[in-house]
């Protein structure tokens, strides 16, 4: 059985920061592609970060310079290092696992940036 627990969230002032960890278990972790997506009420869940299984990064617009997603294969995690928070950062954040027809998401984490 396939689990992603997200962990790290929390309530953090803006200009803050958070390290998010999402653990996987039950798959080939270093075959998949591992990506952040988060969402607020009434909106659409959106992509934030992506790392491909070789490593290589892709970020939405409004993280770049202050996101960073990593990923440990001997740990089986991805993380998402968020600096400079924003109010606008706040959403549920979620991990998702995807190799070619196969998708695992999380449960979600809570961030709220609020002063």
């Known amino acids: 059985q396939v689990q992603l627990v997200e962990s790290g969230g929390g309530l953090v002032q803006p200009g803050g920061s958070l390290r998010l960890s999402c653990a996987a278990s039950?798959?080939?972790?270093?075959?998949?592609?591992m990506s952040w997506f988060r969402q607020v009420p009434g909106k659409e869940r959106e992509l934030v970060a992506i790392?491909?299984?070789?490593?290589?990064?892709t970020y939405e617009d409004a993280v770049k310079g202050r996101f960073i997603i990593s990923r440990d294969n001997a740990k089986n995690t991805v993380y998402l290092q968020m600096n400079s928070l924003k109010p606008e950062d706040t959403a549920v954040y979620y991990c998702?696992?995807?190799?070619?027809?196969?998708?695992?998401w999380g449960q979600g984490t809570q961030v709220t940036v609020s002063s």
């Open positions: 998702k696992a995807r190799r070619s027809l196969y998708l695992y």
């Open positions: 039950g798959l080939t972790f270093s075959s998949y592609a």
């Open positions: 790392i491909g299984a070789g490593g290589s990064t």
